[in-house]
């Protein structure tokens, strides 16, 4: 029998770290109902084959959640887009024999309720066991704090940060930032880099979720490298 998870009044999506720094394309309503997925399954329960992880989407709940004119017709593309998507795991999350790149699908089923208004998800085992079961190396953001980001990079960028908000301090590569955007294969330079993705992803955290965020350039010469992120909640940033 399978197990059915049901919905947390307190809304909170806990990924291992592979997860997070993962190279995937994905629209923001995808993101929003996989992140809505995740919330309802609990961390701390370890993956049973037998039982594969569930969820169940209403309309009425995507309204509540995200909004929009017609939920249902959101959350049907969702789930379908996302049962072509798969995700590639960053070759520094994996283990040293691992292979050189590995890649995963997120949705195993998806089964339809036109006249309810609803959806049923099973997530594949490969991303159920990077879900549940997790004593260490995992990352745990409230949906509230990112409901009002419309922008993918953003999202994605809320959660690498979250990954350090013990330090509120992070640093990473142009190569593993490029990663984790799902822009590493375009041949535009750093300059695009940072006006169309980084740039607009900072300026909407700070406007619409609960963390503040600077920038700092890492140079190699007058090469930019990478970037460090210094980042507090909303009510900490006058300490910067």
Not at 71 to 80: C, H, V, Y
Request: proline share 2%; charged share 25%.
């Amino acid at each position: 029998m399978t197990e059915l998870i049901t919905a947390k009044d307190n809304l909170k999506a806990t990924q291992d770290n592979q997860l997070i720094e993962a190279c995937y394309t994905m629209s923001l309503n995808e993101k929003r109902l996989l992140l809505f997925g995740i919330s309802k399954i609990n961390p701390s329960t370890f993956p049973d084959v037998n039982k594969p992880f569930k969820f169940e989407m209403t309309a009425q709940e995507w309204k509540e959640q995200f909004g929009g004119d017609n939920p249902w017709l959101m959350l049907k593309r969702s789930a379908k887009k996302l049962m072509g998507r798969t995700l590639t795991l960053h070759s520094k999350t994996t283990q040293s024999n691992a292979p050189d790149e590995t890649m995963l699908n997120w949705f195993e089923e998806a089964k339809f309720f036109n006249k309810q208004g609803r959806v049923l998800v099973t997530f594949t085992r490969s991303v159920q066991v990077r879900l549940a079961g997790m004593l260490e190396q995992f990352t745990t953001i409230d949906l509230l704090a990112v409901s009002e980001l419309t922008s993918i990079h953003a999202v994605r960028l809320y959660e690498l940060l979250s990954q350090f908000k013990s330090t509120g301090y992070r640093v990473m590569t142009i190569e593993d930032f490029r990663f984790a955007m799902d822009v590493v294969n375009t041949n535009k330079g750093t300059k695009y880099l940072k006006n169309q993705v980084l740039n607009p992803a900072v300026k909407q955290l700070n406007e619409k979720s609960d963390l503040f965020c600077i920038v700092e350039d890492i140079k190699d010469g007058r090469t930019i490298t990478g970037f460090k992120f210094i980042f507090r909640t909303q009510e900490q940033k006058k300490l910067f």
